[in-house]
């Protein structure tokens, strides 16, 4: 949610800040700029669109600077045009200010500095930071641009990444750290700081997370960390971190955009997922990111999963599992909810905090409400070094490899695979007998030709979809396993073609939505191989006797005629089906998306990582 990128070193910057914003733009794609240090003063330059825009806009002339900072925007105060696109400075142009998060005390700040005299240029809460901090320095010939940072801090409430530019220290770049990420990269001459890692591992994989609360200031061949709290007596440098992933994680690599790209490396998701976690002799799984022994194993009366999203609907999935398998009373929760309610902290139970991310500040949040009141809390994320995960301490890490489209499918995937592992292990401890835990084993390693085999069924999905993506409303239906697949199938359709998409468990359609059932009305429904087929082709009935278009998704025989469109899905381990059912709903959701000539990747409104409430 908003992208942040900033160098120093000897190159161009502009060219470096440009490729760093171009893959930080699924955090924010409503405007973007830079600002860079040229002959001793600011240049600014923005957009009210895209990275491409920014990049039409600058040409391609060489510059004439070596430290600058950009931006992509994801709004939250002032509308997404050019004056509100960040950086923002004070009003001498001295500061320059970049800023991922949002500053809650923002009104009272630009209050008290209006009333000082200070002139706003924009509606953002960022500007004030700009202002504060060049007033700081106009107040003290002596201080430095990190004092007048870390001062200006002190008065700040709410959640940032931030970078700052200061034309009369040319040498360096302050940033700082607050409930949004930011990580430093470590190059031979040259510093880099982004939102995340992707704008950085084609220049360098040594990198730093900064920790809430810290601030650091780059120059090119050195850097310090100090906190809010400590100040300047709490100066150090932290060992890097070396990153495992490379520039060609994040190419598009022959695809025309990244959903499809992720939709396809499913099948190495998951094999990476499983390998060297599934123990064929005691028919059970290893998770080595999880800190608990087979005593405290068994001693876990629930699991509770928590996120948001997507990640919550892989969360009921993954309690499903956990009930299925292990016999453990479980279930998932949004974090967004989880975290206002007062919830009832039981020490016996799991939770699991899900998130692609692992920077969902809602999750976030919820995670430390639950530390706070005593909750053993595990990670299930895929980003290493993110927040959550660091947070958690102990968890599963789900290994699909860098997502980049705001639609989530292979963390999805990967996630429901971890959770499959995770239930693994906590019925194998219990009573899951070692045929069924064998039977388990042997599905997860089939997962990956299933879902391939899914795959190069895409244009048959893909026709059906064009045939009803029209459609200005759709029902997905599902019961029991085939619920949270629903869920998530009218998840996907909607954040990327717009038609609205509500998902219903079967049984509860007679109950009211069966009113909205017509024929300009289609409904997916979700056929699983289990104990409720019959209950469900009954439902598909329903629908038809009302005139509603059926689309079925199903792993069994159905009659013939029954649905107006099948998609078919291989047979799996019962439990494990969820995992092959999301994957043609993706498909599906993708081609309608296409047909209608929606931007995929870049959904309107939306943006990968929600660092904000
Ligand atoms: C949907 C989607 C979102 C995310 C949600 C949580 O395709 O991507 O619903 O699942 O914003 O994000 P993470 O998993 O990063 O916490």
Request: charged share 25%; net charge negative; hydrophobic share 40%.
């Given at each position: 949610?908003?992208?942040?990128?900033?160098?120093?070193?000897?190159?161009?910057?502009?060219?470096?800040?440009?490729?760093?914003?171009?893959?930080?733009?699924?955090?924010?794609?409503?405007?973007?700029?830079?600002?860079?240090?040229?002959?001793?003063?600011?240049?600014?330059?923005?957009?009210?669109?895209?990275?491409?825009?920014?990049?039409?806009?600058?040409?391609?002339?060489?510059?004439?600077?070596?430290?600058?900072?950009?931006?992509?925007?994801?709004?939250?105060?002032?509308?997404?045009?050019?004056?509100?696109?960040?950086?923002?400075?004070?009003?001498?142009?001295?500061?320059?200010?970049?800023?991922?998060?949002?500053?809650?005390?923002?009104?009272?700040?630009?209050?008290?500095?209006?009333?000082?005299?200070?002139?706003?240029?924009?509606?953002?809460?960022?500007?004030?930071?700009?202002?504060?901090?060049?007033?700081?320095?106009?107040?003290?010939?002596?201080?430095?641009?990190?004092?007048?940072?870390?001062?200006?801090?002190?008065?700040?409430?709410?959640?940032?990444?931030?970078?700052?530019?200061?034309?009369?220290?040319?040498?360096?770049?302050?940033?700082?750290?607050?409930?949004?990420?930011?990580?430093?990269?470590?190059?031979?001459?040259?510093?880099?700081?982004?939102?995340?890692?992707?704008?950085?591992?084609?220049?360098?994989?040594?990198?730093?997370?900064?920790?809430?609360?810290?601030?650091?200031?780059?120059?090119?061949?050195?850097?310090?960390?100090?906190?809010?709290?400590?100040?300047?007596?709490?100066?150090?440098?932290?060992?890097?971190?070396?990153?495992?992933?490379?520039?060609?994680?994040?190419?598009?690599?022959?695809?025309?955009?990244?959903?499809?790209?992720?939709?396809?490396?499913?099948?190495?998701?998951?094999?990476?997922?499983?390998?060297?976690?599934?123990?064929?002799?005691?028919?059970?799984?290893?998770?080595?990111?999880?800190?608990?022994?087979?005593?405290?194993?068994?001693?876990?009366?629930?699991?509770?999963?928590?996120?948001?999203?997507?990640?919550?609907?892989?969360?009921?999935?993954?309690?499903?599992?956990?009930?299925?398998?292990?016999?453990?009373?479980?279930?998932?929760?949004?974090?967004?909810?989880?975290?206002?309610?007062?919830?009832?902290?039981?020490?016996?139970?799991?939770?699991?905090?899900?998130?692609?991310?692992?920077?969902?500040?809602?999750?976030?949040?919820?995670?430390?409400?639950?530390?706070?009141?005593?909750?053993?809390?595990?990670?299930?994320?895929?980003?290493?070094?993110?927040?959550?995960?660091?947070?958690?301490?102990?968890?599963?890490?789900?290994?699909?490899?860098?997502?980049?489209?705001?639609?989530?499918?292979?963390?999805?995937?990967?996630?429901?695979?971890?959770?499959?592992?995770?239930?693994?292990?906590?019925?194998?401890?219990?009573?899951?007998?070692?045929?069924?835990?064998?039977?388990?084993?042997?599905?997860?390693?089939?997962?990956?030709?299933?879902?391939?085999?899914i795959?190069?069924a895409e244009a048959e999905i893909a026709a059906i979809a064009h045939r009803y993506a029209e459609a200005?409303?759709m029902?997905?239906?599902?019961?029991?396993?085939?619920?949270?697949?629903?869920?998530?199938g009218?998840?996907?359709l909607?954040?990327?073609?717009?038609?609205?998409?509500?998902?219903?468990?079967?049984?509860?359609?007679?109950?009211?939505?069966?009113?909205?059932?017509?024929?300009?009305?289609p409904s997916v429904v979700?056929?699983?191989?289990?104990?409720?087929?019959?209950?469900?082709?009954?439902?598909?009935?329903?629908?038809?006797?009302?005139?509603?278009p059926v689309i079925a998704v199903t792993?069994?025989?159905?009659?013939?005629?029954?649905a107006d469109a099948t998609i078919r899905v291989?047979?799996?381990?019962?439990?494990?089906?969820?995992?092959?059912?999301?994957?043609p709903l993706q498909l599906f959701a993708y081609h309608a998306?296409a047909k209608?000539?929606?931007?995929?990747?870049?959904?309107?409104?939306?943006?990968?990582?929600?660092?904000?409430?």
């Amino acid at each position: 949610m908003c992208g942040i990128v900033g160098y120093i070193g000897k190159r161009d910057a502009t060219p470096v800040l440009v490729e760093g914003l171009h893959r930080l733009e699924y955090r924010g794609y409503d405007s973007a700029g830079l600002a860079v240090i040229a002959r001793g003063r600011l240049q600014l330059t923005k957009t009210a669109g895209r990275v491409q825009d920014l990049r039409d806009k600058l040409g391609d002339k060489p510059g004439k600077a070596t430290v600058g900072i950009g931006h992509t925007r994801w709004a939250t105060h002032g509308e997404p045009n050019e004056t509100n696109a960040h950086p923002h400075t004070d009003a001498g142009h001295r500061i320059a200010v970049v800023h991922n998060g949002i500053i809650e005390n923002a009104e009272a700040l630009r209050a008290q500095l209006t009333g000082e005299g200070v002139r706003f240029a924009t509606e953002t809460d960022t500007e004030c930071l700009a202002h504060l901090v060049a007033r700081e320095l106009e107040a003290s010939d002596e201080a430095t641009l990190e004092e007048a940072v870390v001062a200006t801090l002190r008065r700040v409430e709410g959640a940032y990444g931030l970078a700052f530019l200061d034309t009369k220290n040319p040498d360096q770049l302050v940033v700082a750290r607050n409930g949004s990420p930011l990580v430093l990269g470590l190059g031979e001459s040259e510093m880099f700081v982004a939102s995340d890692v992707a704008a950085l591992v084609r220049y360098t994989r040594q990198v730093i997370y900064l920790d809430d609360g810290e601030v650091a200031t780059i120059k090119a061949t050195d850097y310090h960390t100090t906190t809010l709290a400590g100040g300047a007596a709490g100066n150090s440098v932290k060992t890097p971190t070396v990153v495992d992933a490379d520039a060609d994680d994040y190419e598009l690599g022959g695809f025309s955009d990244y959903m499809r790209k992720e939709i396809y490396e499913q099948p190495d998701a998951i094999r990476r997922a499983v390998m060297g976690r599934l123990d064929e002799r005691f028919a059970t799984a290893k998770l080595g990111g999880v800190n608990l022994d087979a005593r405290e194993l068994r001693n876990i009366k629930r699991v509770k999963f928590l996120g948001c999203g997507s990640a919550y609907y892989a969360g009921q999935m993954g309690a499903a599992l956990v009930e299925e398998l292990a016999r453990i009373p479980a279930d998932a929760e949004p974090a967004s909810e989880f975290r206002y309610r007062s919830p009832v902290v039981d020490p016996d139970t799991l939770y699991v905090a899900v998130s692609q991310s692992g920077e969902t500040s809602d999750t976030l949040m919820a995670v430390q409400e639950l530390k706070r009141k005593g909750g053993q809390v595990m990670g299930a994320v895929n980003v290493v070094g993110s927040a959550i995960g660091r947070e958690c301490g102990h968890g599963i890490f789900l290994h699909a490899g860098p997502e980049v489209a705001v639609a989530s499918t292979k963390a999805l995937t990967n996630m429901v695979v971890n959770f499959a592992l995770l239930s693994l292990l906590l019925g194998r401890v219990r009573d899951l007998s070692a045929a069924h835990g064998t039977r388990v084993v042997n599905g997860l390693r089939n997962l990956p030709s299933q879902v391939a085999g899914i795959l190069n069924a895409e244009a048959e999905i893909a026709a059906i979809a064009h045939r009803y993506a029209e459609a200005e409303h759709m029902f997905f239906i599902g019961r029991v396993r085939g619920w949270p697949v629903a869920r998530e199938g009218a998840q996907k359709l909607k954040e990327i073609s717009y038609v609205h998409a509500e998902a219903y468990q079967a049984g509860e359609l007679k109950h009211g939505p069966l009113a909205l059932i017509q024929h300009e009305m289609p409904s997916v429904v979700v056929i699983p191989a289990d104990d409720l087929i019959a209950k469900n082709i009954s439902t598909v009935e329903q629908i038809k006797a009302r005139g509603g278009p059926v689309i079925a998704v199903t792993s069994v025989e159905i009659p013939d005629g029954l649905a107006d469109a099948t998609i078919r899905v291989p047979r799996a381990e019962p439990e494990l089906e969820p995992i092959l059912f999301n994957i043609p709903l993706q498909l599906f959701a993708y081609h309608a998306a296409a047909k209608l000539g929606r931007d995929i990747d870049k959904p309107r409104n939306l943006a990968k990582s929600v660092t904000v409430e």
